[in-house]
């Protein structure tokens, strides 16, 4: 037996890292953390435009009161698809709530969680003390400009509707870059 284990070590030691990661929770959100990058922000990139009457979606708040998506219209708007069961919205999910804390007068906050249940949303909020504004889709459908394929994804809307970046994957938005380019477009 010795001699297998001996034989055998780097095996289990990758087998032993591969049941933590797959099934002590938590682990995996911490590990993709580590290898989350910042999304590049750039000028002057508009990957297209959110007419007004594409705002027509009633929000259920989850911490927050409930809303309309066109109350954010005018606004710079920080939209963002993910769900409590998607370890890589998990995994940026820190970083989300740092730029909330630092850019909140500078851009709206709007989180929807898609495919998931309320609860488990509070939950998750509340066990980790969020208090980004997060809400669900109470009514109304998404425009084909925001569609996506990918949880999270992520929108950085102009006030005028212009959407200036779409991030698909986890992402750091708690970046030095991330911050200069809401101010500038506050």
């Known amino acids: 037996m010795k001699d297998f284990i001996k034989k055998n070590k780097g095996n289990i030691v990758f087998i032993v890292f591969v049941l933590v990661f797959f099934f002590?929770?938590?682990?995996?959100?911490?590990?993709?953390?580590?290898?989350?990058?910042?999304?590049?922000?750039e000028e002057g990139n508009v990957q297209g435009v959110l007419r007004k009457e594409e705002y027509d979606i009633e929000l259920k708040g989850i911490n927050v009161p409930d809303a309309h998506l066109s109350d954010f219209y005018g606004k710079t708007l920080f939209l963002n698809f993910w769900g409590s069961w998607c370890p890589p919205c998990r995994a940026e999910f820190p970083s989300i709530q740092e730029l909330y804390m630092k850019q909140k007068e500078n851009a709206h906050f709007v989180l929807i969680a898609m495919q998931d249940e309320e609860q488990k949303v509070r939950d998750f909020l509340e066990k980790n003390q969020y208090t980004v504004p997060v809400y669900m889709i109470d009514s109304g459908q998404l425009p084909e400009i925001l569609h996506f394929n990918v949880f999270p994804t992520t929108f950085i809307i102009s006030k005028n509707g212009e959407i200036l970046k779409k991030d698909s994957g986890a992402a750091d938005w708690n970046s030095s870059q991330v911050h200069r380019f809401l101010e500038k477009n506050k």
């Open 24 to 41: 002590v929770p938590g682990v995996r959100e911490r590990v993709m953390r580590v290898f989350l990058f910042s999304p590049s922000v």
